[in-house]
């Protein structure tokens, strides 16, 4: 069994932060790409930030400049740091991970529940 949690959301007003983190548990083997994806009301789920076990990193055009994705290996924990927030940003953000459970499996996706972002006054 694999549980990724997400915890870190909230209200906030626009222009503050918020940082989001997902850790997975479980049997776990390893962990190769973690990313964070968001789904708004009556809109697809969107690629936010992805990184790699290395630390390479990708955003979404929408976030450059704002937010920043890491990830502490020794913890299958990844993180995303939220800053100057829009009301755009306003979404159920969900944390994904590419994972093995054995060094003979093959990799799969698991995706945690979601946690609830929102940007207003």
């Known amino acids: 069994q694999v549980q990724l949690v997400e915890s870190g959301g909230g209200l906030v007003q626009p222009g503050g932060s918020l940082r989001l983190s997902c850790a997975a548990s479980?049997?776990?083997?390893?962990?190769?790409?973690m990313g964070w994806y968001r789904q708004a009301p009556g809109k697809q789920r969107e690629l936010v930030a992805a990184?790699?076990?290395?630390?390479?990193?990708n955003y979404a055009d929408s976030v450059k400049g704002r937010f920043t994705i890491s990830r502490d290996n020794a913890k299958n924990t990844v993180y995303l740091q939220m800053n100057s927030l829009k009301s755009e940003d306003t979404a159920v953000y969900l944390c994904?991970?590419?994972?093995?459970?054995?060094?003979?499996?093959?990799?799969?996706?698991?995706w945690g529940q979601g946690t609830q972002v929102t940007v207003s006054t």
């Open positions: 994904n991970a590419g994972l093995k459970q054995a060094a003979w499996g093959r990799s799969a996706y698991y």
């Open positions: 479980g049997s776990i083997f390893s962990i190769n790409d």
């Open positions: 990184i790699t076990r290395g630390g390479s990193t």
